[in-house]
T-cell receptor
Framework: GAVVSQHPSRVICKSGTSVKIECRSLDFQATTMFWYRQFPKKSLMLMATSNEGSKATYEQGVEKDKFLINHASLTLSTLTVTSAHPEDSSFYIC?????????FGPGTRLTVT | GENVEQHPSTLSVQEGDSAVIKCTYSDSASNYFPWYKQELGKRPQLIID?????GEKKDQRIAVTLNKTAKHFSLHITETQPEDSAVYFC?????????????FGTGTRLQVTL
């Protein structure tokens, strides 16, 4: 199957700083990528749909100014958590691929202290 | 929007027994239903999926059934093995205009005991 990578796998940052997470499709082009958030022992909650060359589509309740998404190329989407707070600590996972074949990245565990 | 409910939240079976996980969905227009397996600290992996034009699909020890009228679908694992222990998520396609997205169930933690 297709390979999706994420970087970094883990990040610890101080409250008030910004953190950028990268999602890359390694062996295919992805016009659409999805960003999810997963709390411990909980389900995956879709945050936004990242569209190459256009603005991301955010789910209801997700602050677009806090979670900045950029999809500048067919193989890279980035999620920037701005002015992070402890409540932003979570597991962030991206996925990419055609709709019926979504491949997930390995996830990024963000801890805000 | 789409709402997906999943039961049970935890399931413990003995090795060799069968496990069944059930999901219901709300959007009658949904037509794609994948199942994902997620091991601790790892990414979700697609294990089987079904489209609305079929009622059942099987892949070795794993099968999925779909009842579109009742809007529910189930995952069946036979002859369970310890390596089947993981969290399983069902999902349903939700369409908003021309865009599609997956809505996930709340997950089932399956424990296969020796």
């Amino acid at each position: 199957g297709a390979v999706v990578s994420q970087h970094p796998s883990r990040v610890i940052c101080k409250s008030g700083t910004s953190v950028k997470i990268e999602c890359r499709s390694l062996d295919f082009q992805a016009t659409t990528m999805f960003w999810y958030r997963q709390f411990p022992k909980k389900s995956l909650m879709l945050m936004a749909t990242s569209n190459e060359g256009s603005k991301a589509t955010y789910e209801q309740g997700v602050e677009k100014d806090k979670f900045l998404i950029n999809h500048a190329s067919l193989t890279l989407s980035t999620l920037t958590v701005t002015s992070a707070h402890p409540e932003d600590s979570s597991f962030y996972i991206c996925s990419a691929g055609s709709f019926y074949e979504q491949y997930f990245g390995p996830g990024t565990r963000l801890t805000v202290t | 929007g789409e709402n997906v409910e999943q039961h049970p939240s935890t399931l413990s079976v003995q090795e060799g027994d069968s496990a069944v996980i059930k999901c219901t969905y709300s959007d009658s227009a949904s037509n794609y239903f994948p199942w994902y397996k997620q091991e601790l600290g790892k990414r979700p992996q697609l294990i089987i999926d079904i489209r609305s034009n079929v009622g059942e699909k099987k892949d070795q020890r794993i099968a999925v059934t779909l009842n579109k009228t009742a809007k529910h679908f189930s995952l069946h694992i036979t002859e369970t093995q310890p390596e089947d222990s993981a969290v399983y998520f069902c999902a349903a396609e939700a369409r908003t205009g021309t865009a599609s997205k997956l809505t996930f169930g709340t997950g089932t933690r399956l424990q296969v005991t020796l």
